[in-house]
């Protein structure tokens, strides 16, 4: 549903944006739009997004698409809000209709800000730091986008620029599915997660397994009566280690590696003296972008059968929660070859290397649009307690999307 955020929305009364008193000291949402990426990082992260479904109380993205929105509109740019989800906002923006078409995408939304050691909304920045929740992950990266954006408008480019910024990526990433349903389309695309300035064309997917193990309850004296779900369990993550050399036994991925698995969470059992009735273990599997998510009920399933026929535990039921898959780009593609230029050209050493989270990047690939991601601040410093970007990292990198992004619109690249 397409909405309008206008100065009587219910948000937050926001901030304003202080650069040392020049033209960027202005409020960030009655006054003009800040004129570079670093100002519009600060005036982002100044305001609150926590994604509500992460954590309670979190304020979500409506007070951000407004601001977002409003610099947009101040650019001539093409704007509609679209409201993915009860609360849960997307800004869209298209400039252009024929030639090449470039999608550059980020998410507005954070994850929470309970344990943070800074102040959550920017009041520790420096000159060189951008300190505050979502800095790093990834509102450095949307200021990027906008600030090409805010270019492409004053250049007025030639072909079709299409600016995406959604909602609820941190959870269920809600808004990227609403925009893939909506019939998104473009050449290629650039998702600005943080990677510290390399060009990233794969990432691993994942799926997370419920492994419920059944025993019977009894006195820790009758051992003739009862079956010990957790033994149970362990036994089965014991064999499991098995699944390690069966991921290593194969070629790597030359970005990503091997695949990988871990047990999240583990709980069971009510008492020392009471054989524990029931266990449920939570695992996780990282996979290739050539695996399927298939392979790893697949593995669970034949153990399973060998723990059940041996007696150790009375039923084990799997149940298949979240699913996402990898995703990958020949390093070969104008896009990987066209931000590695634009590195080079603007005095970085041109990196290619493998993301270890998985992204809304692999959405788009799944409909054809191959995306990377390329943006500032280390993944490390993501959902950190003290997270930050550094402001040298966020001028070069919208230096670099700006001219690739030029470069491909005009047919130079």
């Given amino acids: 549903m397409s909405v309008e955020l206008n100065e009587n929305s219910q948000v937050n009364e926001s901030p304003v944006v202080d650069s040392g008193g020049d033209s960027n000291t202005e409020s960030v949402r009655t006054g003009g739009a800040p004129v570079d990426a670093v100002a519009m990082t600060q005036a982002l992260v100044s305001i609150p997004s926590v994604n509500p479904s992460i954590e309670a109380g979190g304020d979500a993205e409506e007070a951000i698409a407004l601001v977002a929105s409003g610099w947009l509109r101040e650019w001539g740019w093409d704007v509609e809000v679209v409201e993915c989800g009860p609360g849960r906002f997307n800004v869209s923006a298209v400039r252009g209709d024929a030639g090449p078409s470039l999608l550059l995408n980020g998410h507005l939304d954070t994850v929470g800000i309970k344990g943070m050691t800074v102040a959550p909304f920017g009041d520790d920045s420096t000159d060189d730091l951008i300190v505050g929740r979502g800095s790093c992950d990834m509102k450095a990266g949307v200021a990027i986008v906008l600030a090409t954006a805010r270019l492409a408008a004053l250049q007025d480019w030639p072909g079709r620029l299409h600016i995406l910024l959604t909602g609820d990526e941190e959870h269920s990433s809600l808004g990227m599915q609403v925009a893939v349903e909506s019939g998104l389309r473009a050449d290629m695309a650039v998702v600005t997660e943080p990677t510290s300035l390399a060009v990233m064309p794969a990432h691993k997917g994942f799926s997370w397994v419920k492994a419920t193990f059944q025993g019977r309850a009894a006195h820790g004296s009758r051992p003739d009566v009862g079956v010990d779900a957790v033994r149970a369990a362990s036994r089965f993550l014991i064999v499991m280690d098995q699944l390690d050399e069966k991921m290593h036994s194969g070629p790597a991925h030359p970005l990503l590696g091997h695949?990988?698995?871990?047990?999240?969470?583990?709980?069971?059992?009510?008492?020392?003296?009471?054989?524990?009735?029931?266990?449920?273990?939570v695992m996780e599997r990282r996979t290739l972008p050539s695996e399927s998510e298939e392979d790893f009920m697949t593995d669970l399933r034949a153990e399973v059968d060998v723990l059940v026929q041996a007696g150790h535990a009375l039923g084990v039921h799997l149940e298949q929660d979240l699913m996402r898959p990898g995703s990958d780009v020949d390093p070969g593609h104008p896009v990987v070859t066209g931000l590695l230029a634009a590195c080079e050209a603007e005095g970085l050493e041109p990196r290619v290397e493998g993301m270890t989270a998985w992204v809304d990047a692999a959405y788009l690939n799944l409909i054809g649009i191959p995306a990377v991601c390329f943006g500032p601040g280390s993944i490390g410093k993501a959902h950190s307690a003290d997270e930050d970007v550094p402001v040298s990292e966020i001028e070069a990198g919208a230096r670099v999307l700006s001219r690739f992004a030029r470069a491909f619109l005009t047919g130079d690249a």
Wanted: charged residues 10%.
């Fill in 259 to 281: 695949g990988s698995w871990h047990v999240g969470t583990m709980t069971g059992g009510v008492a020392p003296s009471v054989y524990p009735e029931q266990c449920e273990v």
